[in-house]
């Protein structure tokens, strides 16, 4: 009888804890990492994550630790589940326990600030592993409603397609459909640009400006996630897929996503500072707009909703003002 896969989840938020889950009723022994230990014992004293997921029961084969030598202790895959612009400092301070042949994943949709760098090059660069044992998972995957273990598919990319499809059978259960890719650029760009499409659509909702405006900015939004991708050397069909179109729409149509509800509080009025002091959680858009719209510049790539998102939540502009500014933008082809 064969040993059991273990994975160690690193951040134990509301996504870290449900893929945590997703892993476990797979059949992995999984082991999540908590910052504190407070939180370690009342995941395995109550079956549940009472700050991030309160009131959903755990599986048996998931507990927890505050130690991340004994969360990476011989983990066949380190799953990484922390605000992307903290995973240089952490990840550097995890590298040397780290399992020899452990396969590391991202479950970050961001991008570096100061570097421009996606989150699997971070761990490239910080573990000093090939990208064959970096893999992504991403894709319309709202942490809540897989945690009620509602049907989702997924998304998990490797530049080994092998990886990708050992990645895929340790994390397949009867609600959650993961699919492989070996376009790691595209799926990345995906889940990092959709948070800043998602405040955009958030702010507009916000502003009460309509479905129209709505479904003009989630297919222009794609536009330009398509763009940068190119530039970047994505295969375009990516985003057409669960990581781009897929994730998308989730971000952009449900009260649960953390970017669609930050904008949507900026829309109605509420300062940044205002829309911090009750976002409980990380909206990864708020500072990953600047790093997208920085390596857009590096790329020479065009991306004004993304220009738009980032004068809005850093530089002050009133959202109507900005909102006048995109609409009459010079006229051109749909195509370009």
């Not at 230990?37 to 927890?64: C, F, I, K, M, Q």
């Not at 971000?251 to 509420?270: A, D, E, I, V, Y």
């Amino acid at each position: 009888m064969s040993k059991p896969v273990k994975a160690a989840v690193f951040g134990t938020g509301s996504w870290g804890t449900a893929f945590g889950m997703v892993l476990a009723d797979a059949g992995c022994e999984v082991t999540l990492w908590a910052r504190r230990p407070a939180l370690a014992d009342a995941v395995n004293s109550t079956r549940t994550n009472p700050d991030y997921l309160p009131g959903v029961e755990l599986p048996e084969n998931l507990r927890a630790t505050s130690d991340a030598a004994e969360a990476a202790r011989d983990a066949d895959f380190t799953v990484l589940a922390i605000p992307s612009q903290t995973l240089r400092a952490n990840l550097a301070e995890w590298r040397p326990l780290l399992a020899p042949d452990t396969v590391l994943v991202s479950l970050m949709k961001g991008v570096e600030l100061g570097s421009a760098m996606r989150m699997s090059e971070v761990v490239e660069d910080v573990a000093k592993v090939g990208a064959d044992r970096i893999a992504v998972v991403t894709g319309p995957n709202l942490a809540r409603e897989i945690a009620a273990r509602m049907p989702a598919a997924a998304v998990v990319a490797c530049t080994d397609e092998a990886v990708a499809q050992r990645l895929q059978a340790v994390c397949h259960t009867p609600y959650f459909r993961p699919y492989t890719n070996t376009d790691v650029v595209g799926c990345e760009l995906g889940g990092a640009v959709k948070n800043v499409i998602g405040l955009a659509v958030g702010i507009a909702d916000g502003m009460g400006l309509g479905d129209n405006a709505k479904g003009s900015l989630i297919t222009r939004g794609l536009a330009e996630t398509t763009r940068l991708g190119a530039a970047l050397g994505a295969d375009p069909l990516t985003f057409s897929g669960l990581a781009g179109l897929g994730d998308l729409v989730a971000t952009c149509s449900s009260p649960l996503s953390r970017n669609h509800t930050f904008g949507t509080n900026l829309g109605k009025g509420m300062t940044l500072q205002e829309t911090i002091a009750v976002t409980k959680q990380t909206a990864e858009g708020v500072k990953s707009c600047e790093s997208v719209l920085d390596l857009a510049r590096r790329y020479g790539v065009d991306m004004p909703i993304t220009e738009t998102v980032v004068a809005i939540v850093h530089e002050g502009k009133s959202p109507v003002t900005a909102v006048k500014e995109l609409m009459s933008r010079s006229a051109k082809p749909e195509r370009r």
